[in-house]
């Protein structure tokens, strides 16, 4: 892969939800380390996007590609396109009783770097990340997600991926539910995330953690695709005009 | 720190194990030896047998009579006419071998029993797990015990702990007293046959006030094809005093069918306290037909771990009589039903006394047409007054061909009580096995995960070392359980 390729290549994705089309052409270039946003209303296909990109089983694609590292990955179960440096943040994290937090967190690392990091050396990694994230100690004896609180369960998935460093993060509305308190520690998480190493595309409804985040690329989601894109400016024009000032440009220019 | 060690032994454990993705569905313990016994009974049941094992165990006259007038019980005694009444119905009694004595005595040294079932043994880690974590150890072959230890410093506090051959030659007049007042010849089919071919199992009394804080083990292996095991348990718990005593068990495969039904008595005296793990592990031709009953006396507490990964049916419902005041008891159970499997398994309680409680957990999980049935009874008695008792029981079902039936009785006759029962069947989750392979894990190891944790309330009761081999064995059973 040349630095002039890009890392993910959407194009032209439609994808089902049982017999309803919900994504209607997507087109999307992501090259490495760089920040996009994607912003759109609610119900408009934004967070069937990053299902499709992580490959959860319910979501059929029907036409279109998409490369990740030049490999097509449509094919691809979900933990193959982890291990090759795809991750997601998830929007609702499910709870998975009985199974702790340190064990999985370490299964998973384990699987995605493909060796056995020694235990000492992962409490270490683990303790220094968490101590980012102002998470304490009893979190890793937790079980996943049970019980946890909105600004718990973010913190959980935004410290995963901070040990998995893809080079694809993907974060689906993970501003939602969250206090300004929280929304500024799991920010900066993203922030720390954020490497030539790491590009990061960012899903969300609210403008607001655009504030402490910063996209290179901003784009408008709308009725299944991507139907303006844009540098940071165009986030701060959503915030103040809305987003029906996308949809009647695009009326009045007759898309 | 647990999490901790744990862990670690599992990350020592696998790498150990680098093949252990790639064993599939074998059950590890199939292999069997070559036969060299000493004594092998013909096929089937008869009097002359049961006599023939009274004799060749030196035993008094009141356990021949007692193992004759069994026999006629069995004889007499219709078949379940519940549970799995199919497979129940399948068994063929006369072509059992009821009695196989594989060596001249038991050993107190390993190496003093013969090679090829001390290398049987060594496979299947008991001498190394004695020398780790066991304060005592009986391997039982077929019929027989063939080495039995314990450390100098419990026999020193007077605790006995032997095989019951043992125990009736050198203690038979506290075995007189207790055998069979628990569980009589007669309570059911298979108590009876138990009585009349019983052989070997553990003799454990603990005396006044001591606690035995290092587990006792024993390990039952069946190796001939079409054998019938039945070994006999009793444990006294004098007042004050504790114990904890874990079985486990493996046989070869075979494609005939193999019978073991024990029988297990237990006896709580006041204040005194029985914990008894089981990790059943027969493999998928044994049936495995058990009657399990503690007595609890005041204050006493009694505890049944009871895992069941193998066997092709399972029948056992471990029971506990609370018959003095703020007696407490607990069944935690787990059961396995995979491909031609049943497991069908449960718990007794009866509140005899008043403020007496009781506690009973459940799980379940059946996959590729495997079945799991909970089978429980809680009876509460008039007098019983101010008695709790709490009954859960969760299923997890892998596929649509798997099956799981709760059967719940409650017979309660007190008013002054308080009973809670919570059942739950529930499915893999889709989305639990997204988020975990989203992170990484194979769709195996996901679920492998998932079953893990719905399993954790009752592995976080066993010693480390057996948590961490449930947990491996369960991985080595989700190998593309899900596809």
């Known amino acids: 892969m040349t630095a002039k390729e890009p890392l993910l290549s959407v194009q032209d994705l439609h994808v089902q939800v049982e017999d309803k089309e919900i994504l209607k052409g997507v087109n999307l270039n992501i090259f490495p380390g760089e920040i996009h946003a994607i912003m759109g209303r609610n119900g408009s296909g934004k967070s069937t996007l990053s299902y499709t990109l992580m490959g959860h089983p319910r979501y059929h694609v029907t036409s279109g590609r998409v490369l990740f590292k030049g490999q097509d990955i449509l094919e691809m179960p979900p933990d193959e396109r982890a291990r090759m440096g795809l991750a997601l943040a998830f929007q609702y994290p499910v709870a998975i009783p009985g199974v702790s937090v340190s064990n999985f967190v370490r299964a998973s690392v384990n699987a995605v770097r493909g060796k056995d990091v020694p235990v000492k050396e992962f409490r270490q990694e683990l303790k220094a990340e968490m101590k980012k994230l102002g998470v304490a100690n009893e979190f890793l004896s937790r079980y996943i997600n049970d019980g946890f609180s909105g600004g718990e369960k973010k913190r959980l998935e935004i410290l995963q991926l901070a040990l998995l460093k893809p080079a694809l993060a993907v974060l689906d509305e993970t501003d939602s539910g969250l206090d300004i308190d929280a929304l500024k520690t799991v920010s900066e998480g993203i922030n720390n995330l954020a490497s030539p190493e790491t590009a990061i595309l960012l899903i969300t409804h609210y403008q607001r953690i655009l504030n402490y985040v910063e996209p290179q690329f901003v784009h408008v989601f709308q009725d299944g695709r991507i139907v303006k894109s844009g540098d940071s400016e165009l986030s701060q024009e959503l915030e103040n005009r809305g987003y029906d000032w996308v949809t009647q440009e695009l009326t009045s220019s007759g898309v | ?483």
């Open chain 2, 1 to 483: 720190m647990r999490e901790e060690l744990m862990e670690e032994t599992m990350a020592a454990e696998l790498a150990n194990n680098q093949a252990l993705n790639s064993i599939g569905n074998d059950y590890k313990y199939g292999f069997r030896d070559e036969e060299d016994y000493i004594f092998k009974s013909g096929r089937g049941l008869t009097r002359e047998i049961v006599i023939k094992i009274s004799s060749m165990k030196n035993e008094p006259e009141w356990m021949l009579k007692y193992r004759l007038r069994a026999l006629d019980i069995f004889n007499k005694k219709p078949m379940p006419t519940w549970g799995n009444c199919k497979l129940l119905n399948d068994i063929d009694f006369q072509n059992i071998f009821y009695y196989i004595k594989p060596s001249e005595r038991s050993e107190k040294n390993w190496d003093e029993v013969p090679d090829s079932i001390k290398q049987t043994f060594d496979r299947l880690g008991i001498p190394e797990a004695e020398r780790k974590f066991l304060a005592g150890v009986t391997a039982q072959y077929e019929s027989e015990v063939v080495y039995h230890s314990i450390r100098e410093d419990l026999e020193k506090e007077g605790v006995i702990f032997l095989d019951m051959d043992s125990a009736l030659r050198e203690h038979e007049d506290i075995v007189k007293e207790y055998f069979g007042t628990i569980i009589p010849a007669a309570d059911n089919k298979f108590s009876a046959l138990n009585s009349a071919v019983w052989s070997g199992g553990s003799f454990v009394w603990v005396p006044k006030g001591v606690k035995v804080e290092i587990p006792l083990q024993a390990y039952f292996r069946i190796n001939a094809e079409n054998m019938g095991q039945f070994e006999r348990t009793l444990i006294i718990a004098e007042p004050g005093s504790f114990v904890h005593y874990i079985e486990g068990c493996t046989a070869p495969t075979y494609s005939t069918d193999s019978l073991h039904s024990a029988v297990v008595e237990l006896i709580a005296k006041p204040g005194a306290h029985i914990r008894y793990t089981t990790i059943q592990n027969w493999s998928k031709n044994v049936y495995n037909l058990v009657t399990k009953r503690a007595v609890a006396h005041a204050d006493a507490k009694v505890e049944w771990v009871d895992g069941n990964l193998g066997s092709k049916l399972t029948m056992k419902y471990p029971s506990i009589y609370l018959v003095g005041p703020r007696a407490h008891g607990e069944v935690l159970s787990i059961a396995f039903a995979g491909e031609d499997q049943h497991q069908d398994a449960g718990a007794k309680m009866v509140h005899a006394a008043p403020d007496t409680t009781s506690i009973i957990v459940s799980k379940s999980i059946s996959k590729n047409g495997g079945r799991t049935s909970y089978r429980g009874l809680v009876k509460v008695y008039p007098e019983a007054k101010g008695s709790k008792s709490s009954v859960k029981c969760d299923a997890l079902l892998m596929d649509e061909k798997s099956r799981s039936d709760t059967y719940p009785t409650m017979e309660i006759d007190e008013k002054d009580v308080t009973i809670e029962h919570e059942a739950t069947v529930s499915k893999v989750g889709e989305e639990q096995l997204f988020y975990l392979m989203s992170r990484g894990l194979t769709q195996d190891e996901a679920t492998a995960m998932i079953i893990n944790g719905f399993f954790e309330p009752f592995t976080k009761e066993l010693p480390l070392e057996y948590a961490v081999e449930l947990n491996r064995l369960i991985q080595l059973e989700m190998t593309g359980s899900v596809g």
